[in-house]
């Protein structure tokens, strides 16, 4: 089976990047690493570590993209609640891609792995990953993901992926 173009969104979520206070390390990443996979970036954004503009975010990018990114907010501390926004509206949850993400990381950061709540799950027929938002956990999502990506294209929309 060959690999066919898959569509991705990017939703960052920082506080200190939509502020202006920080600089925006993970958009181009993203960026470079789809195009040399071959698959395609239809919507990025950054928001703020807010339920409203996440959903927000989300809803745009569950009409244009087969898979959705969303980098932050997979910590323990108040504010990291990516995970929680989107495990509530979502249909199924997919431990496999936290585990494989934490079993991943051990060499880099070691038993804080367990602290890290990087997560996937099925909303409509999008593949939506949640993971921690520095380059090198986003580095590990994005070869998790296009690894599984056509796959789970074909197996969300019951027919071989074809776009």
């Known amino acids: 089976m060959g690999d066919k173009m ?3 969104a990017l939703i960052v979520t920082s506080d200190s990047v939509y502020e202006g206070r920080k600089k925006d390390e993970i958009t181009p990443i ?17 928001v703020k570590n807010n339920e409203e503009d996440i959903i927000n975010a989300l809803n745009k990018s569950l009409d244009l993209a087969n898979i959705i990114l969303i980098t932050g907010g997979t910590g323990i501390s108040p504010k ?6 989107v495990k509530s509206i979502a249909k199924k949850e997919l431990p496999g891609f936290g585990e494989m993400h ?7 950061v070691g038993y804080r792995v367990v ?3 990087a997560s996937a799950f099925i909303i409509n027929k999008s593949l939506v990953a949640v993971s921690p938002g520095n380059p090198s956990a986003v580095n590990i999502s994005l070869n998790i993901l296009i690894n599984i990506a056509n796959h789970a294209v074909e197996q969300l929309s019951g027919k071989p992926h074809t776009t």
């Open 80 to 85: 990291d609640i990516s995970v929680d926004v």
């Open 30 to 46: 993203v960026e470079k690493t789809l195009k040399e996979n071959n698959h395609e970036l239809v919507f990025k954004t950054i």
């Open 115 to 117: 602290l890290s709540r």
């Open 102 to 108: 934490r079993l991943k990381s051990f060499d880099e």
């Open 6 to 8: 898959v569509k991705f």
